[in-house]
């Protein structure tokens, strides 16, 4: 997200459009983050099994351990349906590259140092898109927000919904 936008200076179409857009740009992000999160709970369980001595038989168990470690932040949104189409999401090629970069494909194979730097990574790109989102989610908020309070004043009508 880059400049602010004030939801009262926007048509009512351009407010409807630009809520959409978000949207459906949020379910890339969404996506793309909750992929990052899951690779990020699999190098840390690499980690912690290597700290432990256990083999990787043990992998189930410590990754329910991982995840039960984590906490979930902000407010819950409901679940969209499916994946998002990926074919144009340069944020989903940034993670596979960055993945590719240090070696998440070879866990097992990875140094103490190596999984290090690439925990670190994940971490830092999880942070950066987490940010995003919740900025787009401000957005959202006032968007829609503000469609609510141009309904309640009359300023819009629920009829026209039918025939934009």
Do not use: W
């Not at 940010?131 to 829609?144: F, K, Q, T, V, W």
């Amino acid at each position: 997200m880059t400049t602010p936008i004030d939801p009262t200076t926007l048509s009512l179409a351009e407010l409807r459009e630009l809520r959409t857009r978000l949207q459906n740009e949020d379910d890339v992000v969404s996506y793309v983050r909750r992929v990052a999160q899951a690779r990020l709970d699999l190098v840390r369980a690499e980690q912690h099994l290597r700290e432990r001595g256990q083999t990787h038989d043990d992998l189930p168990t410590e990754l329910r351990v991982v995840l039960s470690q984590q906490l979930t932040g902000g407010p819950p949104r409901p679940p969209r349906p499916a994946p998002p189409d990926l074919d144009d999401a340069p944020l989903a090629d940034e993670l596979d590259k960055l993945c590719a970069e240090f070696g998440f494909s070879r866990l097992r194979e990875l140094a103490v140092h190596e999984l290090v730097v690439l925990e670190e990574r994940l971490a830092e790109f999880e942070r950066r898109v987490s940010g995003d989102r919740r900025a787009r989610y401000e957005l959202l908020d006032a968007l829609s927000a503000e469609l609510v309070r141009r309904y309640k004043a009359g300023e819009a009508s629920v009829d026209g919904l039918l025939t934009d």
